[in-house]
């Protein structure tokens, strides 16, 4: 009914409600079936089946020497006996529970600790299922080796900070928060060393990482997201040692996804990335290499379309990288979207940022016949200051969704980029508005009070302008316009004003100068213009307005008194 089977150094398994039966197959046969439950250690069980005649029952797919704990077993053994020999193709199960369970070497380098598994073997085949911790973090495992087959492991756990910093990765710039993660892996569970020199339960697998309820900032433009976004991403994992590769990854969130590769060296620092399929936005067509190496990071997108109206609407920007390391960023893509349906073709754009902020730009790209061109034309304490010339206004205005209803026009751009956003001034020459509702409103209220009298009307419609010319500051949530000044053969405009793109508002302001070549040819003569101008683009009669409401429907405000006073009354009006 119960032994003890002393393995030495007084440590012994207990082995109880033994039962042995023999049936008598006849010819000398005996076939008999052999119960009993064992107690113990792992360490104890292993050391008794290195004991001679016992290394049959020593199993092939489990390294007990690898494993520590306790276990609580039972065993049923049938085979055929002779006078001969013992049948050696006899039958063994056993249902075991394994406690306190430590396998060394289980995931890479790391262990398995505080396990608790249900161990069932039958048929020459395995089964494990229970819990643990791995990395330091709550894990449930599920372990299937069919007989003559591989061993295939599923591990279930959420890697918090803490876990992650365990593993060598300490994610905590870019990343923060639980990650539910599921590996499935051909799993060996012996410490034997295979060809090459490498370990035999180096980690591979595949990986699906749930990242919803974890947040990612400053890694790339598109990955960027608050905790609650959905996000997944499914791997093929590599941890060969310390060193880490990435293979066939397809990431996918809200408008953004990327297909490729991922390396990371032995002290987990990103090394490159091959990406075959990269979307910032649905309509993008990108490829990208990534490589970080002494002289900082440098990428190079490619491919046939991008779409870069979330970065012109600033909901992305590239990452501050740590430390202000250098960054290097190419873009060549044969079209490139913006807003109002605009697209510039063989767009070509290379940017370099470090330390001081950005140190290279250039730019080509055309709309239509129309080039543009940007460079860098000087670099200072205030911040580097950008250029960017064209022959088609009106494109580069709608394409960035400042202005929709420019044509034409001769275009310099000058413009300082620092930490608080983008600021300088924009000069256009020779241009064209087309069907603007606001300005119409403005011609009818001049033609009342100027030009109708002489017979004159100003067809709105189609206004032609020599000049445009203001300051402004752009950040990703409003735009600032100062000191405009806008003027043609027929009419002059002076603005000022903001435009809220968070809010969709409109606030602007300025006085409306009819019949503009000549009215303001007064405010430009000594004394007279100062005494009776409203300043030198205002001219000797305007009319004072306001623009109010949502950028798509305006509300126009004329003040009718301003318009049959002198420019320094106007002030009081």
């Not at 980690?203 to 990242?211: A, I």
């Not at 070509?348 to 129309?370: E, N």
């Not at 033609?447 to 206004?463: C, H, K, M, P, T």
């Not at 007279?528 to 683009?537: I, Q, R, V």
Request: aromatic share 6%.
């Amino acid at each position: 009914q119960s032994a003890i089977a002393d393995v030495g150094d007084r440590k012994a398994l207990r082995l109880s409600a033994g039962t042995l039966n023999i049936h008598d197959q006849g010819l000398g046969v005996l076939k008999s079936t052999l119960k009993f439950r064992m107690l113990g250690s792992i360490g104890d069980l292993s050391t008794l089946l290195d004991q001679p005649g016992l290394a049959a029952f020593k199993g092939k797919d489990l390294d007990l020497e690898n494993m520590q704990g306790n276990l609580d077993a039972k065993l049923d053994m049938s085979f055929l006996m002779s006078r001969k020999k013992m049948d050696p193709e006899f039958v063994f199960a056993a249902k075991a529970k394994l406690t306190s369970l430590i396998i060394e070497e289980f995931a890479g380098e790391a262990p398995l600790k505080n396990g608790r598994l249900d161990l069932a073997i039958r048929d020459g085949g395995l089964t494990a299922s229970g819990t643990g911790e791995l990395f330091a973090a709550p894990v449930r495992l599920k372990m299937v080796k069919p007989a003559g087959r591989p061993m295939t492991g599923t591990l279930d756990l959420v890697l918090d900070d803490a876990a992650r910093k365990q593993m060598g990765w300490d994610t905590k710039d870019v990343l923060s928060g639980p990650v539910k993660v599921k590996v499935t892996a051909a799993m060996d569970l012996k410490s034997n060393g295979n060809a090459g020199g490498k370990k035999a339960n180096d980690l591979r697998g595949k990986v699906t990482l749930d990242l919803t309820r974890a947040s990612i900032r400053g890694l790339a433009p598109g990955l960027e997201k608050s905790a609650g976004e959905a996000a997944i991403a499914d791997l093929n994992l590599t941890m060969a040692g310390k060193a880490v590769m990435v293979r066939d990854l397809v990431y996918r969130s809200a408008g953004f996804s990327a297909r490729g590769a991922l390396d990371f060296n032995k002290d987990r620092a990103f090394v490159s990335a091959r990406l075959t399929q990269l979307k910032f936005s649905p309509g993008d067509d990108l490829r990208a290499d990534v490589r970080n190496g002494p002289d900082g990071v440098r990428v190079a997108i490619t491919g046939a379309a991008i779409d870069l109206r979330p970065f012109i609407s600033g909901k992305l920007k590239p990452p501050d990288r740590p430390g202000g390391s250098k960054v290097n960023l190419s873009i060549n893509t044969g079209i490139a979207t913006g807003f109002n349906s605009q697209i510039l073709s063989g767009f070509r754009m290379a940017v370099g940022k470090d330390q001081g902020g950005i140190s290279a730009f250039s730019l080509t790209a055309r709309a239509g016949r129309s080039p543009f061109n940007g460079r860098l034309v000087r670099r200072d304490k205030d911040g580097p200051l950008l250029e960017i010339t064209g022959s088609d206004g009106g494109t580069f205005l709608a394409f960035m969704d400042v202005y929709s209803r420019m044509r034409g026009g001769d275009m310099r751009l000058r413009a300082k980029v620092n930490e608080s956003g983008v600021a300088g001034v924009l000069d256009v020459r020779n241009f064209l508005l087309r069907n603007e509702n606001a300005l119409k409103q403005l011609v009818a209220q001049g033609n009342r009070q100027s030009d109708q009298r002489a017979g004159r009307s100003l067809d709105a419609s189609s206004v032609p302008f020599q000049k445009l010319r203001f300051g402004f500051q752009r950040n990703a949530s409003a735009l600032n316009i100062r000191d405009g000044i806008l003027s043609g053969p027929e009419i002059g405009l002076t603005l000022s004003g903001l435009l809220d793109f968070r809010r969709q508002k409109v606030a602007m302001s300025g006085t409306f100068v009819p019949a503009y070549g000549l009215n303001n040819a007064f405010a430009r003569i000594p004394l007279f213009g100062t005494l009776l101008g409203g300043g030198k683009n205002e001219g000797l009669l305007g009319v004072n307005f306001r623009v109010s409401g949502r950028p798509d429907k305006p509300v126009l405000t004329v003040n009718p008194l301003s318009a049959i006073a002198p420019g320094f009354l106007r002030k009081i009006f």
